[in-house]
C-alpha cells in the first residue's frame, strides 16, 4: 500500500493550491484520512481530519481557508488551500489508517505519504 501527495508549489500570499493524496496497493478498506504539516524547525501538525463519514475536523489557524474532501471510489483525499499566508509555509504529509489485505488476512495500519512542499511568499 502506497500513499501518493501531490500539488504542492510556490505561491504567492492571498493565492491559492490544491493537494492531493490517492492511496493505492491492496485496500480493503480506507478510514480516516488526514493532512498534516511541518514547518522548518517544527513538529509536525494536524491541519484536517477526514473520516470515512463525519464532520471533518480542522486546526484552528486553516478554518475558514481549507477545505478537504475525499472521493472514496479513489481512495483519494483532497486539501483545497485559499487565502494562503506565509505561515502556510510546510511540508505537507497526509496519513491513513487503512484495512489492507494481507496473506494473513485483514489488518490495520497507518500509512504515510511522501510530503509535498507548499511555500508562500509574502
Known amino acids: 500500500v502506497q500513499l501518493q501527495a501531490s500539488g504542492g508549489g510556490l505561491v504567492q500570499a492571498g493565492g491559492s493550491l490544491r493537494l492531493s493524496c490517492a492511496a493505492s496497493g491492496s485496500i480493503f478498506r480506507v478510514n480516516a484520512m488526514n493532512w498534516y504539516r511541518q514547518a522548518p524547525g517544527k513538529e509536525r501538525d494536524l491541519v484536517a481530519n477526514?473520516?470515512?463519514?463525519?464532520?471533518?475536523y480542522y486546526a484552528d489557524s486553516v478554518k475558514g481557508r481549507f477545505t478537504a474532501s475525499r472521493d472514496n471510489a479513489k481512495n483519494t483525499v483532497y486539501l483545497q488551500m485559499n487565502i494562503l499566508k506565509p505561515e502556510d509555509t510546510a511540508v505537507y504529509y497526509c496519513?491513513?489508517?487503512?484495512?489492507?489485505?494481507?496473506?494473513?488476512?485483514?489488518?490495520?495500519?497507518?500509512?504515510w505519504g511522501q510530503g509535498t512542499q507548499v511555500t508562500v511568499s509574502s
Open positions: 477526514i473520516p470515512n463519514g463525519g464532520t471533518i
Open positions: 496519513n491513513a489508517e487503512i484495512i489492507d489485505r494481507t496473506p494473513l488476512g485483514l489488518r490495520s495500519k497507518h500509512y
